[in-house]
C-alpha cells in the first residue's frame, strides 16, 4: 500500500529509523520482545525492545532472537535507573543495534556518548521544553514528547500541551516523535500538521495477534474504556512516584499498601530515596509480570493509556498500522 501523503509528512521521521513509516511501537515492559517487536517492524514500523529490568544476558539473548525474525530495523529501549546501564548498552553495540532509546528519566552522564560510540542512533523523552533543549545540545538524535494519556509511567501534563510547548520550539532542531493517547490515524496526521517528525504508540500493539501477553490481558484491553485507564495516586508528600497509567483493580490498591510500606522504611532508616524509588519500580514491573504474563489482572498491574476505548478486536499487526495509515493518509489529503 502507497500513502504518498502521509510519507512525505514522516520523512525526517522514516529517514531517522530506517523503516517505512515512522510509527514507533512504543517499548512495553514484557510486552514489547521478540514477537511483538518483529511484526512492527516486518510491518513497516519501528519495533522497539523494552529491556526494563532486564539483565544482560536476557537483552542479549532477545535482540538475538528479534534479529532472527526480521530483516528490518528495530530499537531497544533502556531504562536510565538500570544498574547495568552501561553493559546493557555494549550489548546493543555488540548486535549492531541501529537506534537506542534511552527512558526513564535524565540520560546518566556518558550514556549517551556511549550509545553514540557503539554507532547507534539515540532517542530520548523530553519531559519539558527545556529539558528538550537541553538533550538536543547534548547532541541526541531525535526526542519523543509523551503526554499523560499514555499507558504505563507517565508525565503531569497532557499530549497536547506538550505538543504546542515543544514542536514550534525543537521540531526544526531534531525530528521528535508524539506519543500518548493515539488511537487513530487522524491524530497522526494531526500531530505530522503541527510538525512532529513520527508517533509512538502503546496501547494500540496490546492486542495484535503477535503480541504475547496473555489473554486475560488482552480481553481487559478489548473490555475497558477511556475512562477506566486511570493515572495511580501519591500517597505520601515524601515519597514522591512517578504516576503510572493502568486499568482501575485490585491491584491499585495494592500499590497505595505498597507505598505505605515503602515510606516506612524510610523512616525507619532501612532505605534510603534512591533506594525507595527502586523499591517502587520493582513493584510495578513485579506487578506488570503477572497481568501481562501470568494474565492475572485482578491483582497485577494492566497498564493501559486513554486510547484503549478504541481498541476493538485481536488483530495482525499489519492491520493494525494499515488501518492507521489509511487514516492519516486521508486525512492528509483531505
Ligand atoms: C503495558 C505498557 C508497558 C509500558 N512499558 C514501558 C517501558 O517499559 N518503557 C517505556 O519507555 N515506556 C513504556 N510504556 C509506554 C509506551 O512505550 C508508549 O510510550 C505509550 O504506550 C504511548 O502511549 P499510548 O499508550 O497512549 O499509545 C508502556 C506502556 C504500556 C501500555
Not at 513497516?44 to 536476557?58: E, H, K, R, S
Not at 530483516?71 to 555494549?90: C, K, Q, S
Not at 500517597?235 to 485490585?250: E, G, H, Q, S, T
Amino acid at each position: 500500500m502507497a500513502y504518498p501523503h502521509l510519507s512525505a509528512a514522516m520523512a525526517r521521521g522514516t529517514e531517522l529509523l530506517g523503516s517505512d513509516l515512522a510509527i514507533l511501537g512504543g517499548a512495553m515492559s514484557w510486552v514489547s520482545e521478540r514477537n511483538l517487536v518483529s511484526a512492527i517492524s516486518n510491518a513497516g514500523g519501528f519495533g522497539v525492545i523494552a529491556a526494563g529490568a532486564m539483565p544482560v544476558d536476557l537483552l542479549d539473548a532477545e535482540i538475538a532472537a528479534t534479529k532472527a525474525m526480521t530483516a528490518r530495523p528495530f530499537g531497544v529501549n533502556l531504562i536510565t535507573m538500570h544498574p547495568d546501564l552501561f553493559e546493557l548498552i555494549a550489548v546493543c553495540g555488540k548486535h549492531g543495534v541501529s537506534h537506542v532509546v534511552l527512558a526513564g528519566g535524565l540520560p546518566p552522564k556518558g550514556s549517551i556518548e556511549a550509545i553514540k560510540d557503539i554507532g547507534a542512533k539515540v532517542i530520548c523523552f523530553a519531559p519539558t521544553l527545556a529539558m528538550g533543549k537541553k538533550l538536543v545540545r547534548s547532541g541526541v538524535d531525535a526526542l519523543v514528547i509523551e503526554g499523560m494519556e499514555a499507558g504505563g509511567h507517565i508525565g503531569p501534563v497532557s499530549t497536547s500541551v506538550l505538543a504546542q510547548e515543544i514542536l514550534p520550539h525543537l521540531a526544526a532542531d531534531v525530528p521528535i516523535f508524539v506519543a500518548g493517547g493515539i488511537g487513530r490515524g487522524e491524530a497522526i496526521a494531526a500531530w505530522l500538521d503541527m510538525g512532529a517528525a513520527g508517533v509512538q504508540l502503546g496501547t494500540r500493539f496490546v492486542c495484535a495477534t503477535e503480541c504475547i501477553a496473555h489473554p486475560a490481558f488482552k480481553k481487559a484491553f478489548l473490555r475497558a474504556s477511556a475512562r477506566d485507564a486511570v493515572a495511580s495516586v501519591q500517597i505520601d508528600p515524601r515519597l514522591p512516584v512517578i504516576p503510572v497509567r493502568a486499568l482501575k483493580n485490585a491491584g491499585t490498591e495494592a500499590f497505595t499498601a505498597k507505598q505505605r510500606e515503602v515510606a516506612q522504611m524510610l523512616d525507619d532508616g532501612q532505605l534510603d530515596m534512591a533506594e525507595a524509588q527502586i523499591e517502587i519500580e520493582k513493584f510495578w514491573a513485579g506487578a506488570l509480570r503477572r497481568a501481562v504474563i501470568d494474565g492475572d489482572v485482578d491483582n497485577g498491574s494492566v497498564m493501559a493509556g486513554q486510547s484503549v476505548g478504541m481498541v476493538s478486536r485481536e488483530e495482525p499487526v499489519a492491520d493494525i498500522i494499515a488501518e492507521l495509515a489509511s487514516e492519516a493518509e486521508a486525512a492528509l489529503a483531505g
